[in-house]
C-alpha cells in the first residue's frame, strides 16, 4: 500500500534552493522544485524555504498536513564564515593560578583570519573565580562595551568540572546575550582546540539564531505541523532546536547532504560518492555502509566538528578545456559559468557554423590557453560535459544531456587543431580532467581501506555524467549515475536520519563507563524526534587515546517501507556472487534473519589459510555488509551469551599490541547492529548484551566475526 504523507526535503545553496517530495512509504520521488535563494528579502532564505515549500505542495497535490517530516540543508553558516560575516565573540576565560595563564592565552584567537585581511572579532576578559557575581559582571560588561554580540565561558578541564563554565553563564545572563560554554560544544579534552570550536560555534550564532526563528516560524505559519531537522555535517539531521545550540554543526553539510542521498536512495555500502557540479567534484567515501567522517578543519586550524570528509577537486561539468603545443594540457579549475560562456554542446549546428578554435584569458588572473569556439552564434566554452556528450557518456533524460551530433560538431575544430578525430579528442579532454579526480579517489580508497573488488562510484549532481563513467572507465571500478542525481541533495536531506554523537575520553574505562555513554547518544536522538524502536548505536573505543565514541542514528517514524519490488532467493544470490566476485554455484546462504542473507564463499590460496568471505544481502537484493574472512553462527536471543562468549573468547588475538577481540556484527530483526569499533572482549560483550535486551527470547540471532589482522 501507499499513504498521503510525505518526507520534504530542501537544499538552500548559494543561488537556487532545491526541494523534493518522498513518498513516506516507498520513497519514491514524487515531485521536485527549484526557486532562487531569497538572501535579500525580508524574511531572508526562509522566504525562499516556504516558496519552494508551497510550489512542491502544489505540484504533488499536497496539503501541509500530509508533511511527515521536513528538514533543510544550509550553506549559511559555511558562507558566514568564508565571507567574515560573523559576530564579535565575547570570550571570558576562567582560572588563577597556572589555570590562569592557559586562559590568558586563547586571547589570541582574536589573530584566527576569517578572510584576506579579515580577522575574527573577539573581546577577552578574564575571570578568577567563577562564583564572585560582581567579578563575573564587570568581565561581561568589558567585552561588551567592546562590542561583544555573543559570549563564550571556557575553563580548563571543564569537561570533568564544567561548574565554573556555567556559573559565569548564570550570572550574565542579565546581559541578555547568546551565551555558551566550551563543555557544551564538545566534552574532548584540549583546551585550546575545544575553546576554538566553542568561539567560531559562538560567532555565527546569532546570525543562525534569526534564521532558525524565521524558518520555524514560517513553515509554522504554511500549516506544516511536523517538526523542522536541519542537515548536519556529519550525514544526519537535527532538531531545529540542537542547531540554535550548535550552529557549528551546519559548517560543510552541503556536501554531506549529497552523500546521504546516496546512502539511503543509492544504498551504497562500499565505495565512493562523487557530487560534481559545473565548477568541482566532492568526493567522499563509503565504508561498510558508514560515511567517513573526521575533524574538520576550520580557519586553517583543526576543531573539534565532525563532519563528513569530503575532498573537493576543481573540476566539474562546466571545467574549460586548456591547451598548448597542439595538445590538451589540462581541464579547470576555471568554469563556463565564472567565465560567463555558454557550453558549445547545447548551442545548435547553425550556431556552431564556421566555428574556429581560440585561446582566451577567461579572468585577469587565468592563463590565456583556455579554449573557446567562436562562431556563426557567438562565443562558446569546450568543457567536460561538451566531451562526455560527444562520447555518448550522458544517459537520456540526464540533466546534461545534450544532442551528440552537436556535441561532436563542438568538439570537431578542436579534434582538427589536434590531428584527431573527434572521438579521441574528446577522450583527451575527459582523461585530462578525471586525472584529478582519480588521483584523489585512489587516495581516499587507500586511506579507507576501501577494496576495489567490491567498491563502487556513484555520481551524483548535474555534472555527475562529464566525470563519473569515465572515471569508472579508466579506473577499471563499478560505477553509476544516481537516480534523480541532479537533486541528490535535497533528497538526502529528505531521506536523512536524526543522529547524535558523544565523544567522551575516559582513561581506564570500565563497561559501565561505556554503556553509559551510548545511553547518552540513544537518549539525545530519541530525545530530537528519533522513534525510540528506530535507533541504532555503533560505540567505537580507542584504547590509544582513551577515547570513547558513541553514534546514534533513528528515523522520526517506523521505517516499514513498501517496495514495489522485493529481491528473491535467486536475486540475492546473484548479488551476492557478484559482489564476491565468484560463481553463483560456488556461493551460499549460510545464515539469515527476515530481512538479511548471509552468502558466503571459499578462498583458496596456496601456502596461505583459506579465506571466507562474506555478504550480508538484504531484501532488496542490495549488498549491506562486506567481510573479507568472517566466522557466522546462528543462534537465538537466549542462547546468544553463551554462544557470543564462546565465540569472542576464540577469536580473541593477544599480542605486543595488546588485546584484539574480533569485529563482531549482529544481525536483529531488521538491523545490523555494527560493534567492531570494541576491542576488549568485555566491554564488547557488555554491549551486545544492551543490543539483546529488549528482544524475544527465541528471535533468531545471526553472529558475523571477522578476525582482526
Known sequence: MTTHRIRVGI????????????????LALLGQVKVPTSHHHKDGVAHGIVQALDTLLEQTGHDPADVAFLAHGTTQ???????????????????????????????SFGRLELTAGKRLPLAYAHVADPADGAE????????AAAGAQVLVASEPFSVDRPEGEQAVLDAARDAGLPMTAAHEITSLYGLHKRTRTAVVNAAILPRMLATADLVDASI?????????????????VMSLDEMRRRPLLTVLSGPAAGVAGALMQERISEGVFLETGGTSTDISVVRRGKVAVRHATILGRTSYLNALDVRTVGVGGGSMVRIAGGAVTGVGP???????????CFATLDDLRDATVTTVRPMDDDADDHAVLDAAGGRFALTMTCAANALGRVPEGDFARSDQDVARAAIAPLAALLGVDVATAATRILDAGVAQVRSVVETMMRDYRIDKDTAVLVGGGGGAASVTPH???????EGRIAQHSEVISPIGVALALVREQVERIIPGVTQEQILAVRAEAEQAVVAQGASAAEVEVEVTVDPQTNTVRAIATGATELRTQDRAHRADGDERLRAAAASLKSDPSAVRALAGTPTHTVYGTEVRRRFRATRHPVRVVDTDGVVRLHVPDAQVETTTVAGAPDVLARLVREATSYGDGGVRAPALRLLLGTRIADLSGVLEPGPLLALARSELASRGADEAVVAVLEVRT
Open 11 to 26: 537544499d538552500v545553496g548559494g543561488t537556487f534552493t532545491d526541494a523534493v517530495a518522498v513518498d513516506a512509504t516507498t
Open 77 to 107: 553558516a559555511t558562507n558566514a564564515l568564508l565571507e567574515g560575516d560573523v559576530a564579535t565573540v565575547g570570550l571570558i576565560g576562567i582560572g588563577s593560578g597556572p589555570a590562569a595563564v592557559l586562559t590568558r592565552r586563547l586571547a
Open 136 to 143: 563575573v559582571r564587570a568581565a561581561v560588561a568589558q567585552v
Open 220 to 236: 509554522v505559519k504554511a500549516g506544516v505541523s511536523a517538526p523542522l531537522m536541519v542537515m548536519r555535517c556529519d550525514g544526519g
Open 334 to 344: 576555471r568554469s563556463a559559468h565564472i567565465a560567463g560562456l555558454p557550453y558549445a
Open 471 to 477: 572515471l569508472a572507465l579508466t579506473a577499471g571500478l
